[in-house]
Structure formats: structure tokens, C-alpha cells
């Protein structure tokens, strides 16, 4: 398989697993957390399916479509072992979804990378929260949940935090 | 519509386009332009689609992923609005494809850089041969071919040079 075959049904799976939540949470509260905002592409995504929610962005830097500008005081700049374990230490509203799109090019490291930030995630997350995201997130308080129809195990992840 | 369903539509869009491209093309002989490298996803397909064709790459930049990187006699770095012309001096072989993914955000820009184009990539063609683009490509050496299903117009440009 060519790697833009590989590539759309990554986005598929990550649009799929999106449209998931957004049915499993309905109108259960609490905010929305994005983890690598990118171009906000997935950021809009989730703007339409949770119109009004918070959703706080988290990346190094954004380079946001102007379409799709996050307000000054949702966006969380820097490096996520960092940003994020302070976040928690506001001691915020439990989000009720956390996105996490932070893979690049180095496979081990975007693995690492989820490793270290599984446990802060699960944290967040309200009892009965959902996570999807692009790499695995070991922990024990995340219960992987079924993939959507369509999406091949592996190329995405869901997870429901334990109550 | 979101810019992810949207993103991933023009994605699918453009693999249907190759994929029909190569049907049609079959054992035709003759090179592939892929105008607009990025980080080689689409060239990736091509190499699968079109085993042992010479792909030429043209790009100001290319930043390719480990697995899909090109030979260096293949590359012309720098705006195409040189590097085409220059290579059409060169009297190539007549392409058998061109495939054309040089959209930016600033859409029209865009719009207008594959305007500028798209003379010469007509010269560069084989009579028959196939343009697929993200750019509408006006020239009256190209014929306007019909989509492949299910992709819907103007999402994706697809052309065969009149003979
Ligand atoms: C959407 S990306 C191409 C993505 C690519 N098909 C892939 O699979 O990774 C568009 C590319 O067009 C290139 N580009 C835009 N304008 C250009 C110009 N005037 N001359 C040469 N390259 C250009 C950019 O550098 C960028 O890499
Ligand atoms: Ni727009
Ligand atoms: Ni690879």
C-alpha cells in the first residue's frame, strides 16, 4: 500500500473515531482537549461536531488556516510534557474528550512521546471520557474501546477512561 | 463541511484521478512530472502505480520521507515557473502524465501559478496524454476529461492533451 493510501485512511480513521465520540458523548459536559493543532484541520472537525464546547489546543507552535484561528486564551504553546502536566495543575474542568494528533516523521519518538503523556491524559479526563488519538496510550486508567466500522486496528486508538 | 472531510475528499479525489490515469495510460510509454514534491506521499503512488517509469520532481524544496526519497538526477529544485520552461528546452521525452499538487493556502495564488503552468505543461505532454491536478489547468491543448466516480468537480482537474 502506497503511502497516500496509507495516509487517507489514516485521516478516515481519525475522522471515524471523531464522529464516534461525538455520538458517544452527546450532550455529556466538559471541554474538549486538542493535542497537535497543526493547521487546525481536525480543530474544525471538532468545532462542528461539539458546537460551543471549550476546546483548549496544545502544540509547539500553530499555523492555523485563517479559517480556523483558535482564541488567544484556548491555545497552550510549547512542549507537551510540559504544557500539559501544568494544565492539570489549574486543576481543570475534566475534559470529555481528548484528541491527540502528535505523531512525526520519527516513529519511536512519537511512540515515546505518547508513553510519557498517557498518564497525564488519563488524568484529565473525566470518569467515562473518551481519548482518541494517533498513537497508542498505555495506561491503566484507559480502557481501549472498538474502533469504529471501517477502521483497521492499529491505525488509530480509542480509549475510555475507567470510572 | 469541515476542512478535514473536505482535506480527505481531495485526497481520495486525487488517488481516483491516478489510479484512472494509469488504466488509461497503461503500457503507453513515456516519463511521469510530478509537479509539486512535498514530502513524496503522492510519488510514493506513482512509483506503485507505474513500476520502473522515470518520475521527474519538481519542487521548490523537497523534504521527503525516508522511504521515498528520489534520485537526485530525477530532482529539479526551484519555482516551476523556471524549471518547467527550462526543462521543456531540454526536448525530453513527451510526458505520459504530469500530475500537478502545487496548491498553497493563498488560493489565488495558486490558481494563478497554475495558470502560468499550464502552457507549457501542455507542450510537455504527449498527444493523449493525461494531466491530473489540484488546479484548473485553462489551456486549449488540454481536453477537459470526465471524473472518475464519485469524484466531484472541481475537487480534482483531470485533462488528456489533444492530438
Ligand atoms: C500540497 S504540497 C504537495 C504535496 C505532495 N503531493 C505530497 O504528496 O507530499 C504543494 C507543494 O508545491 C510546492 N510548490 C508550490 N508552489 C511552487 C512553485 N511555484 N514552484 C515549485 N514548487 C511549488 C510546495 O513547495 C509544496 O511542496
Ligand atoms: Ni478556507
Ligand atoms: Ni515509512
Known sequence: MSRLDSYIRRMQAQKLCLDRAAQLIGTRPGPILELGFGNGRTYDHLRELFPG????VFDRQINPHPDCVPPTDMVRLGDARETLPRFLEGAPEPAVL???DIGTGDKTAS?????DLAPTIARLLAPGGLVAGDQPLPDD???????PEGVKVGRYHFYRRRA
Not at 511512540?111 to 508513553?115: I, N
Open 53 to 56: 464546547r471549550k476546546i483548549y
Open 98 to 100: 481528548i484528541h491527540t
Open 111 to 115: 511512540l515515546r512521546l505518547a508513553q
Open 141 to 147: 486508567g484507559l480502557e481501549p474501546l472498538p474502533l
